[in-house]
């Protein structure tokens, strides 16, 4: 059958078939022995926000971020119950005032309850861009103390396997494949 649709085509092509076909087997029998030489290939899971939280640096630096979230909350509660102490006003004085005064009294109220809901906006872009900026500074930490481990126990490849909070990458696995302690060693070693 080969032979057959060899003979059909010209000479060249046939000659550039069965070289790709050779190439194809050798690399082939290649990979197989490469395969054989290799015969242990180690895969390692990791927890990063576990490295974050229970790390010394990472549960600093996440109580810091806790800190200033909660002191932006504070002065948001404390705007609020300004706002909510001059609705109040507002509305018991409304019979009494006029017109204008009670114009003038509603838009006031407006305009600070607009500039609180932009203050709350800018807080929480604020503190979305922390968080951003340390899960990717955390995240380079933890690679280089994963990198040390991996390489110090002949793991191939190590796996972010993911959390209760986070997207669960890795459904299963033996409990000698998590790094995640030594890895918390590691990053308590290099940073304090």
């Known amino acids: 059958m080969m032979k057959t649709l060899l003979s059909n085509l010209p000479q060249p092509q046939q000659l550039c078939i069965i070289l790709i076909t050779g190439l194809c087997a050798l690399a082939f029998t290649g990979e197989l022995a490469f395969a054989a030489k290799k015969s242990s290939f180690r895969v390692g899971v990791i927890d990063p926000q576990a490295v974050i939280e229970k790390s010394k640096a990472g549960s600093r630096a996440l109580a810091g971020l806790k800190e200033h979230a909660q002191a932006r909350e504070t002065v948001m509660k404390n705007d609020q119950k300004e706002l909510e102490k001059l609705q109040?006003?507002?509305?018991?004085?409304?019979?009494?005032?006029?017109?204008?005064?009670?114009?003038?009294r509603q838009d006031r109220f407006s305009k600070k309850f607009q500039d609180w809901q932009k203050r709350g906006q800018?807080?929480?872009?604020?503190?979305?861009?922390?968080?951003?900026?340390?899960?990717?500074?955390?995240?380079?930490?933890?690679?280089?103390?994963?990198?040390?481990?991996?390489?110090?126990?002949?793991?191939?490849?190590?796996?972010?396997?993911?959390s209760k909070s986070t997207l669960k990458i890795v459904l299963y696995h033996r409990d000698g494949l998590?790094?995640?302690?030594?890895?918390?060693?590691?990053?308590?070693?290099?940073?304090?």
């Open 122 to 162: 800018e807080f929480q872009d604020e503190l979305a861009q922390k968080q951003r900026e340390l899960v990717q500074e955390y995240m380079q930490k933890i690679e280089t103390a994963t990198k040390t481990v991996a390489k110090r126990h002949g793991f191939d490849i190590v796996i972010d396997k993911g």
């Open 88 to 104: 109040e006003e507002l509305s018991s004085a409304s019979a009494s005032l006029g017109d204008e005064e009670k114009k003038q």
């Open 178 to 192: 998590d790094l995640t302690n030594e890895v918390i060693k590691e990053f308590n070693k290099r940073y304090k």
